[in-house]
């Protein structure tokens, strides 16, 4: 059964949290995006046991008809630790499963350096597959999702996905809180399922938080996300609903109090 890990407030975890929703929402996209073989790709658990250390938890895990994938994310160029923590699940899994995996690391920072091989042996190196978000022709996709729009026709999976990460994309614009809002705004008019639209809203509120800094603008964008997403929309009511009944248990049960005294 695949185990998806809680997502958490913590700002080096966001990045990984909208990689991870989209991931889960798109993964075929994943085909054209980091070069795999052609496949009909699912998400397995991403937990590979060590005997006698905490169980290593994986970005994601993806199987296919030719074996497993595994796929990092970073926010940061690759350091050597980073790229040691990534070779070791490598290395884990063919230790204590007999298999050998691809492994695929996606970084959002190409300007810097990062590191891409490891001496294992004196005759033996690591070279990681690296792909950087900001080569992603972001620009063209939103283009085409909005000539896409205007006669109502379907998006891609992988036009989906980028659209779900644009932001962190080579998007060509100048002002990243104006994208994140003509996104947010865009999203209803997308023909798209349900669903999808939903894992969208998810990634949106999480682009909201990272890339606009105007309060002001953050709530009116929560609205229009709220407003777009049913799930979203229907679980704050049930919130609104738990919260007045409960304010209502309180009133009955100080008016008794009141009435006994």
Same mark, same amino acid.
Do not use: W
């Given at each position: ?59 994601? &895990? ?8 595994? @796929?990092? =994310?970073?926010?940061?160029? *690759?350091?050597?630790?980073?790229? +040691? ?104 008019? &997308? ?8 894992? @969208?809203? =998810?990634?949106?509120?999480? *682009?909201?938080?990272?890339?606009? +800094? ?48």
């Amino acid at each position: 059964m695949m185990r998806i890990i809680p997502l958490d407030n913590k700002t080096k975890n966001r990045y990984d949290s909208l990689f991870k929703i989209a991931t889960h929402a798109f993964v075929n996209a994943l085909i054209p995006l980091l070069d795999l073989p052609e496949d009909d790709y699912i998400i397995i658990s991403n937990e590979i046991f060590k005997p006698g250390r905490d169980v290593k938890i994986m970005d994601i &895990l993806l199987q296919g008809k030719e074996g497993h994938i595994n @796929i990092e =994310f970073h926010k940061q160029p *690759l350091s050597k630790s980073h790229l +040691n923590r990534d070779f070791e699940y490598v290395l884990q899994c063919y230790f204590h499963y007999g298999e050998t995996m691809e492994q695929k690391i996606v970084i959002l920072d190409k300007e810097r350096k990062s590191v891409n091989k490891l001496q294992i042996l004196k005759n033996l190196e690591y070279e990681a597959q690296c792909y950087f978000t900001p080569k992603i022709d972001g620009a063209t996709i939103l283009n085409n999702i909005k000539d896409k729009t205007v006669d109502n026709e379907t998006l891609t999976e992988y036009e989906q996905y980028v659209f779900s990460i644009l932001p962190l994309t080579n998007h060509g614009h100048d002002n990243v809180e104006k994208l994140v809002e003509e996104l947010c705004r865009l999203t209803e008019k &997308l023909n798209i399922p349900e669903k999808n639209r939903e894992a @969208i809203a =998810f990634c949106q509120m999480i *682009l909201v938080d990272l890339f606009v +800094n105007d309060t002001d603008l953050q709530e009116k964008l929560l609205d229009v996300i709220r407003m777009t997403s049913s799930c979203i929309e229907e679980r704050e009511n049930r919130l609104r609903n738990i919260s007045k009944e409960e304010t209502e248990k309180a009133k009955k049960l100080q008016k008794k109090k009141n009435k006994k005294e």
